[in-house]
T-cell receptor, first 110, second 114 residues
Framework: RKEVEQDPGPFNVPEGATVAFNCTYS??????FFWYRQDCRKEPKLLMS???SGNEDGRFTAQLNRASQYISLLIRDSKLSDSATYLC???????????FGSGTKLNVKP | GAVVSQHPSRVICKSGTSVKIECRSL??????MFWYRQFPKQSLMLMAT?????????EQGVEKDKFLINHASLTLSTLTVTSAHPEDSSFYIC??????????FGSGTRLTVV
């Protein structure tokens, strides 16, 4: 079983839509969780950390469900510029190793 | 913020030659650096963890003699792909632990072996 699993998508949504992605992780002892954004052929960039209490940054909301071992990312009022691949990242044991999901591709269309 | 510089951004080499990729932390000391590989439409896969002054730790299935990692200083780690073959063509990305947040990616190197 993979450490981190994501629906690859693509999610095709119109501008202004609300879209949500989930990501499941296998190690219940995982400590840290993040969402990264990766544009085509570019390096991943940190979008936001995911805290136990949830985290909101503008149109983006990230949540953690430890009981069901998943994290979610909600994007409200989608913009064309939100089109990218969103990577779920989990740190299972300590700060020195991270596992990436395969990414969920989002296409926001006019 | 923390910046990690990775060079070259693109490289094309002939089969059988070696290629060196550099990863530098510009404004912080990186005690640990990671090297990832990403094939098209796939996720980043951790290849190895590099700690300054010690041998790199390789993930299962990654040949340490083929992917040589050197982390001789707190600001520089290098990955050398030895005797490269077309199947080694990939996007290689480094990341470094350090700085304010602690985990920063380089811009990546697209390697094409012909």
């Amino acid at each position: 079983r993979k450490e981190v699993e994501q629906d690859p998508g693509p999610f095709n949504v119109p501008e202004g839509a609300t879209v949500a992605f989930n990501c499941t992780y296998s190690n219940s002892a995982s400590q840290s969780f993040f969402w990264y954004r990766q544009d085509c052929r570019k390096e991943p960039k940190l979008l936001m950390s995911v805290y136990s209490s949830g985290n909101e940054d503008g149109r983006f909301t990230a949540q953690l469900n430890r009981a069901s071992q998943y994290i979610s990312l909600l994007i409200r009022d989608s913009k064309l510029s939100d089109s990218a691949t969103y990577l779920c990242v989990v740190n299972p044991h300590n700060f020195n190793k991270f596992y990436f999901g395969s990414g969920t591709k989002l296409n926001v269309k006019p | 913020g923390a910046v990690v510089s990775q060079h070259p951004s693109r490289v094309i080499c002939k089969s059988g030659t070696s290629v060196k990729i550099e990863c530098r932390s510009l404004d912080f000391q990186a005690t640990t650096m990671f090297w990832y590989r990403q094939f098209p439409k796939q996720s980043l896969m951790l290849m190895a963890t590099s700690n300054e002054g010690s041998k790199a730790t390789y993930e299962q299935g990654v040949e340490k003699d083929k992917f040589l990692i050197n982390h001789a200083s707190l600001t520089l780690s290098t990955l050398t792909v030895t005797s490269a073959h077309p199947e080694d063509s990939s996007f290689y990305i480094c990341s470094a632990v350090g700085g304010d947040w602690g985990y920063t990616f380089g811009s990546g190197t697209r390697l094409t072996v012909v």
